[in-house]
């Protein structure tokens, strides 16, 4: 089945405005905001506050950022010291002991890889870095045999997790978490904030609300590598949910004409064919499922997709396919909300 890298420096989400009114209650309320850098990316935080206190922004905000650090230093691969990376470099199959919150993020994605029925794998990670989009640039595609020659090592069902530790089957395997390690840290930060009334969560497009006296608005973009300017290709409410989205046209590389993006098939060891341009799911339990379920779905049909969503009450999608004269088509789930 296929399987892929969650996009890098992917912005298929904006925040369009910091809220409306739900009640009268929003002009006794103050709006906090939070940015700053995580995960290769960056984060917007903002939550209501009956009084501003300078103190407790500071101190939320300090928090907030050694929170994400010790995320980063459990799931990065582009920090050699890591979790992630130091079990990527084990060459060994003994048990390898992992925190816990590593520990429930990898145990958390084989469910993803059972509905998928294999095709949401985080061991991608060598064809990851085989294609140019790991720490190596990319020079040219990779060859048939060098592709099979990864694919060996290919597989979820090649690692073992059990009581805070994890093990390779095959010494040359190695993980990537970037599909679900944005959804994981919002959720814990979210966690962190729920006592106040009115939170936005957001880490390089993944995101997630809570709604009591102010509506969230969110804007999609077009899926087009010529979009610099973020054209917004539709504006939803986004009020007590979690939305994430993956497409394939913000980390791609061009070589002799041909169009090489990131999301990768390991059935053929090579990106992805598929009209779909993105995908953006709704999820109503946690960022950490939407942002997983974004991209598990790219690797699979919209006829697919629908079926699962429509079985799924706690999900909605919209879908933009991109036909051959370069138009898009949208396809929304029955309930996925508006503007």
């Known amino acids: 089945m296929m399987t892929l890298a969650k996009r890098l420096l992917f912005f298929s989400i904006i925040f369009l405005t ?4 739900l009640t009268k209650e929003v002009n006794t309320l103050d ?12 984060y917007s935080i903002k939550y209501s506050s009956s009084k501003k206190n ?3 922004v500071l101190s939320n905000k300090k928090k907030i950022d050694d929170m994400l650090k010790e995320i980063n230093i459990q799931m990065s691969t582009y920090i050699p010291e890591s979790e992630i990376s130091q079990f990527n470099s084990y060459k060994s199959t003994n048990w390898f002991n992992i925190s816990s919150d590593f520990n429930y993020v990898v145990l958390e994605s084989f469910e993803y890889y059972k509905l998928s029925n294999g095709g949401y794998d985080i061991t991608v990670q060598p064809l990851v870095n085989l294609w140019g989009f790991g720490p190596d640039k990319f020079l040219y595609p990779p060859s048939k045999t060098e592709i099979d020659s990864v694919k060996q090592f290919i597989g979820q069902n090649l690692i073992e997790v059990e ?18 390690a944005k959804g994981f840290a919002v959720d814990k930060i979210f966690d962190f904030l729920k006592k106040y009334e009115d939170i936005f969560v957001e880490i390089g497009g993944e995101i997630r609300t809570k709604s009591t006296n102010k509506s969230w ?7 087009s590598i010529d979009n610099i300017s973020n054209d917004i290709e539709k504006i939803i409410t986004l009020d007590n949910m979690s939305m ?7 980390n791609f590389f061009i070589f002799d004409d041909n169009f090489y993006h990131h999301e990768i098939d390991t059935r053929t060891g090579s990106p992805i064919q598929s009209n779909i341009g993105s995908i953006s799911i709704i999820s109503t339990t ?17 006829e ?30 029955k309930n996925f909300p508006d503007s």
């Open 18 to 21: 910091s809220c409306s009114s």
């Open 31 to 42: 709006i906090i905001s939070l940015t700053g850098n995580t995960m290769g990316t960056t």
């Open 54 to 56: 300078n103190s407790e």
């Open 163 to 180: 009581g805070g530790k994890i093990r390779k089957k095959d010494p040359r395997v190695q993980i990537d978490l970037s599909s679900i």
């Open 217 to 223: 608005k969110i804007g999609i973009t077009s899926p």
């Open 244 to 250: 994430a989205t993956s497409g394939n046209y913000r």
């Open 286 to 302: 946690s960022c950490m499922d939407a942002d997983a379920l974004s991209t598990m779905f790219y690797t699979m049909s919209p």
């Open 304 to 333: 697919e997709i629908s079926e699962i969503v429509e079985e799924d009450d706690n999900i909605e999608s919209f879908i933009i396919l991109l036909n051959d004269d370069e138009s898009y088509k949208k396809v929304l789930s």
